[in-house]
């Protein structure tokens, strides 16, 4: 008879096991959908809508009018000439921040690959953010604009560092911190 706990689930049940022999309980059914997740993210994508504003509408608003400026920035601005098709562009950026903020999963691409042969430099996040924290802050409610904002400087932070290891480089302490713009006029 086997002593210990573990063993005693190894061994074969008293009697040994007998052809036919049929587990009491039904094993886990691995083809049922998982009932909650569609209707969870909806939730959630409602309660942050509800506490900070945050939509789809809002968010193409900002990613339209963070472009806006980009493309006039003359730091930026040349970097974003390779885009090709701008509604293609901004559709796909939706959709980032979608799935950033709204968990909605709408997004599949990778950031880091598009970013690496653009040769950004610090100044070029430092500006990026900028624009957009200076665009969030026009188009949303304080508590939008703070998530978006908390988000970008994550991401840019993780962008940052992997362009910096692409190109052989100790990475930035941190990103500087761009003076507080006054708001965009609308
Ligand atoms: C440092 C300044 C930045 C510049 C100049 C820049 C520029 C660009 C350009 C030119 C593309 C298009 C690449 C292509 O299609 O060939 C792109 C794609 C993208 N950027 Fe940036 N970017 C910057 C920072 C950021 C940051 C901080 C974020 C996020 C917080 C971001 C999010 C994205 C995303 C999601 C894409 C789409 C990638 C894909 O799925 O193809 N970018 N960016």
Same mark, same amino acid.
């Given at each position: 008879m086997p002593t210990t706990p573990a063993a005693r689930l190894q061994a074969p049940p008293p009697g040994g096991i007998r052809k036919g022999h049929r587990l009491r309980t039904a094993p886990p059914?691995?083809?049922?959908?998982?009932?909650?997740t569609a209707a969870r993210r909806a939730a959630l994508a409602a309660e942050i809508a509800d506490r900070t504003g945050l939509d789809e509408a809002t968010l193409e608003r900002v990613v339209r009018a963070f472009y806006a400026a980009a493309r006039q920035d003359p730091l930026l601005g040349p970097l974003f000439?390779?885009?090709?098709d701008w509604e293609a562009h901004i559709a796909r950026i939706v959709a980032f921040w979608s799935s950033v903020v $709204?968990?909605? *999963?709408r997004y599949h691409g990778n950031p880091a690959a598009a970013h $690496?042969?653009? *040769?950004?430099?610090p100044q070029h996040f430092a500006r990026w953010l900028e624009l957009f924290e200076r665009t969030a802050r026009a188009a949303c409610r304080p508590e939008g604009a703070a998530l978006l904002a908390d988000r970008a400087r994550r991401i840019a932070r993780s962008l940052a560092l992997g362009v910096a290891a692409r190109q052989g480089e100790r990475p930035p302490r941190r990103i500087a911190r761009a003076r507080p713009a006054p708001p965009a006029s609308s």
């Amino acid at each position: 008879m086997p002593t210990t706990p573990a063993a005693r689930l190894q061994a074969p049940p008293p009697g040994g096991i007998r052809k036919g022999h049929r587990l009491r309980t039904a094993p886990p059914t691995v083809t049922q959908p998982i009932p909650e997740t569609a209707a969870r993210r909806a939730a959630l994508a409602a309660e942050i809508a509800d506490r900070t504003g945050l939509d789809e509408a809002t968010l193409e608003r900002v990613v339209r009018a963070f472009y806006a400026a980009a493309r006039q920035d003359p730091l930026l601005g040349p970097l974003f000439a390779r885009v090709g098709d701008w509604e293609a562009h901004i559709a796909r950026i939706v959709a980032f921040w979608s799935s950033v903020v $709204l968990l909605s *999963g709408r997004y599949h691409g990778n950031p880091a690959a598009a970013h $690496l042969p653009l *040769g950004l430099q610090p100044q070029h996040f430092a500006r990026w953010l900028e624009l957009f924290e200076r665009t969030a802050r026009a188009a949303c409610r304080p508590e939008g604009a703070a998530l978006l904002a908390d988000r970008a400087r994550r991401i840019a932070r993780s962008l940052a560092l992997g362009v910096a290891a692409r190109q052989g480089e100790r990475p930035p302490r941190r990103i500087a911190r761009a003076r507080p713009a006054p708001p965009a006029s609308s």
